[in-house]
Each structure stands twice: as C-alpha cells, then as structure tokens.
C-alpha cells in the first residue's frame, strides 16, 4: 500500500474513531435525541417491545420501532448512557459503507474512495452517531438498491436481499422506503429499456410475487399487532404521515413535534449544505473529467437516480428536514469514486480532512457548555433524584430520559403537601416563580442551568 492511499485509510480511520468516541461525551439533546433515546429506555423499562412509547401509557405512532429497537436492545447490552442509545447508529453506518465498499469493489471500482467520500460527509458524518431513524433507513434503502442491481444483472439470491431491504426499510420508517425505490428503479429501467421494457423487464429478471410474499411476511405482522394494540395507529401513520405531512403546508395534526414549513424546493439546498464538501466535488469533477463513458454507464445513471430519489420526493414538500437526504448519500460515494482515480488521492485527502476537522471543534464546542444548552442533564444529574421532582409548564424529553421516567408534570391540581418533607421544581424563571407566589411555598433556588431551566428545592 502505497502512502498516498494509506493516508486515506488514515482520515477515514480517523474521521469515525472520532465520531465513536463522541457518542458518550455530550448528553441527549432535545427534543430529537433525547425523546427517541427517551422511548428506548421506556421500552426497556416497560416490557413492551411492540408499541413504542414516549411516555408512560401514551403510544408513539409517528415512527416504526427499528430504530427503538437498535437503542432498547443496546441498553439492555451496555447500561443505560449516551454511548448506548447512539452506538447502534453507529453500527448502522458502518454496515452501509461496508456494503457501499463491497459494491464498489464488486464493479471495479475503488472501494477506498467510496467509503472516504461516505465517512467524510457531513450528514452522513453526524446521524452516524445520532439518535435518529434515518440511518436505520438508510442502512436498508442502501441493503434494497444494491439487491434491486445485483438482481437487475441476474443475481436471484441478491433480488431477495433486496426485498429484505425494502422489509426493514418498513420497519425503520414507513412506506416512503417503497416511494424512494419507485422514484430511483423506475425512471432507471426505463432509461435502460424503454417504458414499455421496463415493465417487462422487472417482471422477467426480478421474482417479484415471492419478493413481495417475503417483504410482507417480515414487515406485517408487526404494522397488524400494532394496530390491534392501539387501533388508529394505521389511519395516523399512513394517511397523517404519508400523504398530509408532504402535501399540507405547516400540517397541524402532527400529534409529536411542530411542522416545518420550508419553501418548495428547499430540500436541494438541504442536499447542498449537508452532503459538504462532496456536494461540491461531484459537479465539479463530473464537468472537468467529462468522463462520458463513465457518465454514461448503467452504473453511473443508477446511482444518479439513486442519489435524487429523495429529493424528488420532497421538492414539492414544505415539511422538512435536512436528515432527509440521508438515504441517497450512499451514491453519491461511488458516484465520486468512478469519477476519480489514484493520481487524485492527494487533493482527495485535503477535502476529506475537513470533516474530521470540524468534528473535533465540534466536540470542543459542544463540551464547553453548548450542549447543554438544549438539555437538562446537567441539572437533573446534580439534583438528589431521591426526591419528587416536578417540571412547571412544560417538562423537555431530557428531563424524562435524565431522571429515568421520575420526573414528573406539576398540574393544577397536584396536591404538593402530598409530596413529602421536600421535593424539587425545575423550569423557567418566567413560569416557576409565579407558581412559588401563587401557591405560597417555600423554596430555595439551587441550581441555574444553561438550559435556561432553573430547579428550586422546596419544603413542606
């Protein structure tokens, strides 16, 4: 291995030693991370591995479990912690760019390249160690597109793999793994063999009827219990989920979190600023190298579609995120790499190297007190969680996660005398102290944490 390519391994090995090491160094941040890892403690706690929750008896219909699953069963493995509820992400983005490097090099490509490009981009970079479901989506969009070309050149056995994909792809977060698929092979086979042909052949080279039985047979006994266990789950998830959050602007019936109303369009701005610095690599080497041979292959034109498939989907969607690109990241690594060579291993490094770069005043940034910002950790492990303690107002999923479900909402009607000798009230200046006045009690402030939340000890 010459020394040119040994630095790559070198910034890769670095680039996810960093983000490994990251994941237990700054606390579940609301309301994502920390509602998610939230819902994976509870699922623990509780038992129910079916239903998830996210909060004591109340169901979450707005995801599937896969995702809860990975961090419920990793905190039966390792404890409960950050570094548990994040690591199986981590897993999870390990498993594409081993998949993504095995395919490169399956068509001669270099798989050390396409896994650079992956490890080194920035949306890839931070839900590798992200308490979210788009990399348990992504892992499976990456398992179902790899199946659907190995098929597509005559492999049966890796059409079923395929199918397995688009089965936890269900599982991770719905049937918009099935609209990314239709949105990337459709247009694909018709680009290879008319419309008509298309047709034709994904009837003849794919077994579609057992496919399909298999993926069913993965994916639907869980959506069948689910609804049994708490009827409404289908009509809020598929109607609610799949059709109004894309097509109703600031869309109310979101029963988890607020609507982000984001101009037509806005998801390729998101595609530019989260797959830096790659976003910018790609159109330029494609424009400078004009590789029309390679431009111009089966394979190139199938990542292609495979890298814009979520973004056709959410152009005309004003509800929006920028994890949302996730799942064609995958592509555009091999798109780099077919468009790159040995002598570019050089200037490859310097542009690898600013994520690693960035992650590490990242972590720096995040441990000097930002983090805390946007959680409760710090007040809730420096109170004595012995104690009853009450949120005033509005209580963050990090005052759940952080006081392992103990924490509980003051109502109007809690009987505080009910409390015992002492008990804690935690929340903002602006709501606290008028409840203090109002219900004539007797507290001391302990602690102001940056979260903006402060907690009062207070006496009966």
Not at 10 to 16: E, R
Not at 317 to 337: D, F
């Amino acid at each position: 291995m010459n020394f040119q390519r040994f630095s790559l391994w070198w910034v890769i090995a670095l680039a996810l030693v960093l983000r490994l090491a990251s994941l237990g160094l700054y606390p579940l941040m609301d309301t994502t991370e920390a509602r998610y890892g939230e819902m994976a403690r509870l699922m623990v706690e509780t038992g129910n591995w079916l239903t998830p929750q996210f909060d004591y008896g109340v169901s979450f219909w707005g995801k599937p479990p896969l995702f809860t699953w990975m961090s419920a069963g990793s905190i039966q493995l390792f404890g409960l912690s950050e570094f548990a509820v994040r690591v199986p992400h981590f897993a999870a983005a390990i498993g594409v760019l081993a998949l993504m490097g095995w395919f490169a090099r399956k068509h001669g490509r270099s798989a050390l390249i396409t896994i650079l490009v992956l490890a080194t981009c920035a949306v890839f970079s931070i839900s590798a160690g992200a308490v979210m479901t788009d990399m348990a989506l992504t892992l499976a969009f990456t398992l179902a597109m790899v199946g659907f070309y190995q098929g597509w050149l005559g492999s049966r056995r890796w059409s079923y793999v395929g199918f397995i994909g688009l089965a936890l792809g269900l599982l991770a977060k719905g049937p918009v793994v099935l609209v990314f698929m239709g949105l990337a092979v459709m247009p694909w086979l018709m680009l290879q063999h008319g419309v008509l042909g298309a047709f034709r052949e994904l009837w003849t080279r794919f077994p579609l009827a057992k496919g399909l039985l298999l993926m069913f047979a993965i994916a639907l006994p869980w959506y069948v219990m689910a609804e049994i266990a708490t009827p409404g789950f289908l009509d809020y998830f598929i109607v609610g989920e799949h059709f109004k959050r894309f097509v109703v602007s600031g869309w109310e019936g979101d029963l988890y979190g607020s609507a982000h109303d984001e101009p037509r369009g806005t998801i390729w701005l998101f595609w530019l600023i989260s797959a830096l610095p790659w976003s910018v690599v790609l159109p330029l080497l494609m424009w400078q190298r004009r590789q029309w041979e390679a431009l111009r292959s089966p394979l190139f034109s199938f990542l292609m579609c495979w890298m814009i498939a979520p973004l056709l989907l959410f152009t005309l969607s004003g509800n929006i995120l920028p994890a949302y690109v996730l799942p064609g990241i995958p592509a555009l690594g091999l798109m780099v790499a077919m468009l790159c060579s040995d002598e570019d291993n050089r200037w490859l490094r310097g542009v690898a190297f600013v994520v690693p770069a960035a992650l590490m005043i990242a972590l720096v940034v995040l441990n000097t007190g930002k983090a805390d910002e946007r959680s409760d950790r710090m007040l809730l492990t420096a109170i004595d969680q012995q104690k009853p303690i009450y949120y005033v107002d509005k209580r963050p999923f990090s005052g759940q996660f952080y006081s392992n479900g103990q924490a509980k909402i003051l109502l109007p009607e809690t009987d505080l005398t009910q409390a015992g000798p002492d008990y804690y009230l935690i929340g903002k200046p602006d709501s606290i102290n008028p409840t203090i006045m109002t219900r004539k009690l007797s507290c001391v402030q302990k602690l102001d944490a940056p979260s903006g939340r402060v907690a009062y000890l207070c006496r009966n």
